[in-house]
């Protein structure tokens, strides 16, 4: 069955460091979908990319994470300049369409800010 | 703003029973509801996914119902096993917007053997 790959899948990174998750969505799928979960916290969504721009945001969205496709599979996630608080799992999801097909997710990345 | 709450939190159950997991929306203009199934440090694997048109969902022992203009869903799990232990999440997709899918914090599921 296709699934959606994410590397790495624990990363730690010194407060202040950029760092980048990467994700290799299911391979006819056109909406692409970013989810973050803090320890002991809801699963909420960050951010939708189709047609190679972002289609809507999330108000933890800020200007402290972009998004890229830089290829036909790759789909990554960046953080310019990580706080204590984007510690979380992130997780990348892939869907054939919006309106009426299911999410498929990632294993996800673990994200420790230290 | 969509919120999504499950009840309950937790539970435990001895092995071999019929159990209902309970899932409500407060804005019942959904255009579909996801099950997922989380363990312990893992990603998140989708079980059942109801469009907003049908009233339930099976596959295998899960079976899922919408009543949507009560802003309602259940998961039922028949015949549990040790093997069913894990959280369970329920989602919405409420389409348009900057949400996403929306999620409930999930139940906690311990099934004892």
């Known amino acids: 069955e296709p699934e959606v790959t994410q590397t790495p899948s624990h990363q730690v990174t010194q407060m202040g460091q950029e760092v980048i998750l990467r994700c290799v969505p299911i391979?006819?799928?056109?909406?692409f979908y970013w989810y973050r979960q803090i320890l002991g916290q809801k699963v909420e969504f960050l951010v939708s990319?189709?047609?190679?721009?972002?289609?809507?945001k999330s108000e933890i969205f800020d200007d402290q994470f972009s998004v890229e496709r830089p290829d036909g599979s790759n789909f990554t996630l960046k953080i310019r300049s990580t706080k204590l608080e984007d510690s979380a799992m992130y997780f990348c999801?892939?869907?054939?369409?919006?309106?009426?097909?299911?999410?498929?997710f990632g294993s996800g990345t673990r994200l420790t800010v230290v | 703003k969509q919120e999504v709450t499950q009840i309950p939190a937790a539970l435990s159950v001895p092995e071999g029973e019929n159990l209902v997991l309970n899932c409500s929306f407060t804005?019942?203009?959904?255009?579909?509801l996801q099950w997922f199934r989380q363990d312990p440090g893992k990603g998140l694997t989708s079980l059942l996914l109801i469009q907003s048109s049908q009233r339930e969902q099976t596959s295998g022992r899960l079976n899922a119902s919408l009543d949507k203009s009560s802003g309602r869903s259940t998961l039922y799990i028949a015949a549990s096993q040790p093997g069913d232990s894990a959280t369970y999440l329920c989602?919405?997709?409420?389409?348009?917007?900057?949400?996403?899918?929306?999620f409930g914090k999930g139940t906690h599921l311990i099934i004892q053997p």
């Open positions: 990319f189709y047609n190679n721009e972002i289609s809507e």
């Open positions: 999801a892939s869907s054939e369409a919006e309106e009426h097909y299911g999410y498929t």
């Open positions: 391979s006819n799928h056109l909406y």
């Open positions: 989602a919405v997709y409420s389409g348009g917007g900057a949400d996403g899918l929306t």
């Open positions: 804005d019942s203009a959904i255009y579909n």
